[in-house]
């Protein structure tokens, strides 16, 4: 079979198991390559620790596979032995994959002292996304003290469909790629887009039409969350979002969306005007980023 178009995308894939099932008739795909990466991404908050059995079944990855894999990637640094458990974690080297791509992202530093005064004044979150496949990966993030039971943290990645900056994300994107990431839920999760395609819809044409979309505890249910658009960079195809989210107690009737949405959509403003990126939706009246206290 002859190795597919690279200049022609295909859905982005929602991870190095999905990749890895579809390229079996693949012949230039390097296979052992995509199972170390599946070996990798196995490891996620709250599984940190892992032996070569727990890979083999998470993975689907044969044992005696997984533990050629996991003794490279340890060697290499990817990962780490702990001999007294006799499992690996993470290795300090993983870090180094990451540092490239945020790097990039200079804007995220310049955005974060408004970031930080937000957060603090309405004593919540507010956080970057970048959104890969059906995911919302954090890419920066500031929070006031006590922000409840979620943590927004670098790297840590949150479903599109289910979320305020999901839907923010996905109404930067060209009609084409809209479609195609909502082919890309249905069929990764059928249930999950029935139950929440029409709020997704929603979130997607609030953003239009009032700059932001709003999430009534839809992902975590003691977390109200607001979040806007940010921009889409045609060139590395790369969709960007920002969020707020707060604890539903915090929260007055009425002030997620009159207060706190045209806050955080003003802040989007903001950042554009830091990018130089142009307006995504047709002009609005220019906002002000007023101080106060939820």
Same mark, same amino acid.
């Given at each position: 079979?002859?190795?597919?178009?690279?200049?022609?995308?295909?859905?982005?894939?929602?991870?190095?198991?999905?990749?890895?099932?579809?390229?079996?008739?693949?012949?230039?795909?390097?296979?052992?390559?995509?199972?170390?990466?599946?070996?990798?991404?196995?490891?996620?908050?709250?599984?940190?620790?892992?032996?070569?059995?727990?890979?083999?079944?998470?993975?689907?990855?044969?044992?005696?596979?997984?533990?050629?894999?996991?003794?490279?990637?340890?060697?290499?640094?990817?990962?780490?032995?702990?001999?007294?458990?006799?499992?690996?974690?993470?290795?300090?080297?993983?870090?180094?994959?990451?540092?490239?791509?945020?790097?990039?992202?200079?804007?995220?530093?310049?955005?974060?002292?408004?970031?930080?005064?937000?957060?603090?004044?309405?004593?919540?979150?507010?956080?970057?996304?970048?959104?890969?496949?059906?995911?919302?990966?954090?890419?920066?993030?500031?929070?006031?003290?006590?922000?409840?039971?979620?943590?927004?943290?670098?790297?840590?990645?949150?479903?599109?469909?289910?979320? !305020?900056?999901?839907? %923010?994300? =996905? +109404?930067? /994107?060209?009609? #084409?790629?809209?479609? *195609?990431?909502?082919?890309? $839920?249905?069929?990764?999760?059928?249930?999950?887009?029935?139950?929440?395609?029409?709020?997704?819809?929603?979130?997607?044409?609030?953003?239009?039409?009032?700059?932001?979309?709003?999430?009534?505890?839809?992902?975590? !249910?003691?977390?109200? %969350?607001? =979040? +806007?658009? /940010?921009?889409? #960079?045609?060139?590395? *195809?790369?969709?960007?979002? $920002?969020?707020?989210?707060?604890?539903?107690?915090?929260?007055?009737?009425?002030?997620?969306?009159?207060?706190?949405?045209?806050?955080?959509?003003?802040?989007?403003?903001?950042?554009?005007?830091?990018?130089?990126? !142009?307006?995504?939706?047709?002009?609005?009246?220019?906002?002000?980023?007023?101080?106060?206290?939820?």
């Amino acid at each position: 079979m002859a190795p597919r178009d690279l200049s022609r995308p295909r859905h982005p894939p929602s991870s190095a198991a999905a990749v890895l099932a579809e390229s079996v008739d693949d012949a230039a795909f390097a296979t052992t390559l995509a199972k170390g990466l599946v070996v990798l991404e196995a490891f996620k908050a709250g599984s940190t620790l892992l032996g070569n059995m727990e890979l083999s079944t998470l993975t689907g990855i044969p044992r005696p596979t997984v533990a050629r894999l996991t003794h490279t990637l340890a060697e290499l640094g990817y990962l780490r032995y702990d001999a007294e458990r006799a499992k690996y974690r993470v290795g300090a080297r993983a870090l180094r994959i990451a540092h490239p791509l945020l790097a990039g992202m200079q804007f995220r530093q310049m955005a974060r002292p408004m970031m930080q005064e937000l957060a603090l004044s309405v004593r919540g979150t507010v956080s970057i996304g970048l959104l890969d496949a059906t995911s919302m990966i954090y890419v920066e993030t500031a929070r006031s003290g006590d922000v409840g039971p979620h943590a927004p943290d670098i790297g840590m990645p949150i479903p599109v469909v289910m979320t !305020a900056m999901g839907r %923010a994300a =996905a +109404a930067t /994107l060209p009609p #084409a790629d809209a479609d *195609r990431l909502e082919r890309v $839920i249905a069929a990764e999760d059928g249930e999950l887009w029935s139950a929440f395609r029409d709020k997704y819809r929603a979130g997607i044409a609030q953003c239009k039409s009032r700059g932001f979309a709003t999430c009534w505890g839809e992902y975590m !249910a003691s977390i109200h %969350a607001v =979040a +806007a658009p /940010l921009f889409h #960079a045609g060139e590395s *195809r790369q969709s960007f979002s $920002i969020n707020c989210g707060i604890p539903a107690f915090r929260l007055q009737p009425g002030q997620l969306e009159a207060e706190i949405g045209p806050r955080i959509a003003a802040l989007a403003d903001s950042i554009r005007a830091i990018v130089g990126q !142009a307006e995504l939706a047709p002009p609005r009246k220019a906002r002000k980023i007023t101080s106060g206290r939820a």
